[in-house]
């Protein structure tokens, strides 16, 4: 029997089927027909200015909705946040700015208690949102020394050349941590909330450490296999030097959102590496 050449038949909305040999180099006329039923192709366009992506997210039914959106400022939020400044209150000043520029997350509308809950990287992630929306993507540094030649360098920077930690899993948010003589504790990164307890009043550093870790520290589980949820100040006091370096380090270390400490330039006369100084103030000297 002598072999016959397969053939497929493909109708179209422009006209009548059209049988091609399935060795026939006129697939490409078939492909070609094919992309013209597509007309007009799909468009996908550019994610709006006011879209931001959180490295973490609000956890809702045990899923990280990591979607938000952010307006420009408008001049009603300008004398909103001068009146903040004048109080001289980081926290405050912070509190106002993303109470005027956050819309939502998700489908949930921007409320204290909202952006209270959010892990400190997506508030600082929606801070750059609200730059960005406002003045857009490029700012500038001036007087920045370099370290191996000592230049001073006028920086041109974009808000993309600032590093973004993000989660691995988003939905995760508690993390074990090895102390010494076989104890473990459990963790959680700081939120907003956090934030606004340290800036309440003026701490040094440990003291600082020992709010964050007491607000970050869930319980301790030891190597004889007994343990007890951690009760704040009192245990996180109580705790040696050494731990508390490993807790506040893993924190630091591991907490999704933007890397300020990360920034670097090209020093305009030897073309070493600069760290940039980089803080919400920079960003938003204009204000």
Known sequence: MEYQKPTYTMTFDDGPGEVISATDKSFDALN???????????????????YIKLPAGLLVDGEAVQDAEVRELTGEH???????????????????????????IGDTP?????????????LDMLM??????????QFEIF????PHCGELNDLKMNLKDIPVKELEDPAVREFEVKLRHGTTATVKFPT??????????????????????????????YSDGKGHPCSGLADVKQLGIQDRNTLTEFIY????????DQVVAACSACEGEVPVPLNVGILFRDL
């Open 143 to 146: 007087n920045v020394a370099c």
């Open 253 to 260: 270390t591991n907490q999704p959102g933007p890397r300020y």
């Open 192 to 221: 907003g909330s956090v934030q606004n307890e340290i800036f309440k009043n003026v701490l040094t550093v440990p003291e600082m450490n020992s709010l964050t870790l007491a607000n970050c520290v869930l319980s301790f589980q």
């Open 128 to 137: 750059l949102g609200i730059r960005r929306a406002t003045f857009g993507e």
């Open 110 to 122: 921007s409320t204290t208690a909202v952006l209270d809950s959010l892990i400190q990287g997506d």
């Open 78 to 104: 300008e004398e909103l946040l001068a009146k903040a400044k004048t109080a001289n209150n980081a926290a405050k000043y912070m509190a106002t700015l993303l109470q005027c520029g956050v819309v939502s």
């Open 32 to 50: 070609k027909k094919v992309l013209k039923t597509l007309n007009p192709a799909p468009v996908i366009g550019e994610l709006p200015d006011t």
